[in-house]
């Protein structure tokens, strides 16, 4: 276990000097190259910043208007009807945010892991789907929207399609291993 914390102690550091150094061995013009990507980087960050704003008020009206309890509120008898432990409705708030901001997502896992406590079934669950699942609007608006992709219908519903998965997949291990 000391050596595996030793590694990972080291590997950032470690990557941080090698790369430079092959680099240099190949005759690459390390701080020129470097210069070059953070320019275009920063090019990239003011050509994403109208998208990641406008999904950023888009989730705020979204949570702030009280569509993601209604949201909620409709998903309840699914869960039910599948005959879910009524104690797993507390992680749909999660389930429908997480494909829209990571942040958000984080938030209520963070709100379900401090009234139910890291070590309680949705507090695993709340980690484990975190883990299963993206943000597939924060991805598509982004991302996509920064380097013109306007057709992603079956990004789209794959992306939600994985997230789904990924919630069953999520209540399915939990349930298995805790």
Known sequence: MKVIAEISRWAIPMLLLIIPLMAYLRKVPVYEAF????????????????????MLVAIKVFVDSGALEIVVRLLLPLFTRFGLDPDLTAIIPLAVMRPLSGSGALGVATQLINQYGPDS?????????????????????????????????????????????????SVWIVSRVF
Do not use: C, M, N, W
Not at 41 to 50: A, D, E, M, N, S
């Open 35 to 54: 210069v070059t990507g953070a320019e275009e980087g920063f090019k990239t960050g003011v050509r994403i910043l109208p998208f990641l704003i406008g």
């Open 121 to 169: 079934f949705i507090g695993r669950l709340a980690s484990t789907l975190q883990g299963s699942t993206d943000t597939t609007f924060f991805v598509l608006t982004v991302y996509f929207g920064s380097v013109g992709i306007s057709k992603y219908r079956y990004a789209l519903k794959l992306g939600l399609l994985a997230d789904f998965v990924g919630l069953v997949a």
